[in-house]
């Protein structure tokens, strides 16, 4: 018989840097889960991504048993990873902080497919690019860069 499912949360936590302080702490000890077992098994998946913020979608279950999903980074730390940004623009149509080639939009849009709401990488580039242009980053074409 299947586990009664008594929470779903989705952290964002750095990758192999989990520890039991805010916002992992309390969001994880309201339902009376192990924390300290929840840093260790997330470190221990994430080892070798450090730098990079995870999503991680934890099911709790009512025995205070829990299981967890890494997703791959958000699409903005990526694109800030690859530009070298500590932000994106506060201005994005008028200020443009950094560019950004095609083939480094596909490569994003490849890691990312498996969690976006497509199938088509065409489709995921176009919303690799939507997130590129509301930084404030703008594309270029490889010959113009």
Same mark, same amino acid.
């Given at each position: ?78 694109? &800030?990873? #690859?530009? @070298?940004? *500590?932000?994106?623009? /506060? %201005? ?6 950094? !560019? ?25 580039? &176009?919303? #690799?690019? @939507?997130? *590129?242009?509301?930084? /404030? %980053? ?6 113009? !860069?």
């Amino acid at each position: 018989m299947a586990k009664k499912i008594k929470a779903q949360i989705k952290l964002y936590c750095p990758a192999g840097q989990a520890n039991p302080a805010p916002p992992i702490g309390p969001a994880l000890g309201q339902h009376g889960i192990n924390i300290m077992e929840f840093c260790k098994q997330f470190n221990e998946k994430t080892k070798g991504q450090e730098g990079l913020i995870l999503p991680a979608l934890i099911t709790i279950y009512e025995d205070k048993s829990f299981s967890f999903i890494i997703k791959s980074p958000p699409c903005s730390v990526l694109l &800030k990873r #690859v530009c @070298g940004l *500590a932000k994106g623009s /506060g %201005i994005p149509h008028k200020e443009k902080v950094g !560019k950004i080639t095609s083939q480094q939009i596909k490569e994003i849009a490849e890691i990312k497919l498996k969690d976006l709401n497509t199938t088509s990488l065409e489709q995921a580039i &176009k919303i #690799v690019k @939507g997130t *590129a242009r509301s930084m /404030g %980053i703008e594309v270029v074409d490889e010959e113009k !860069k």
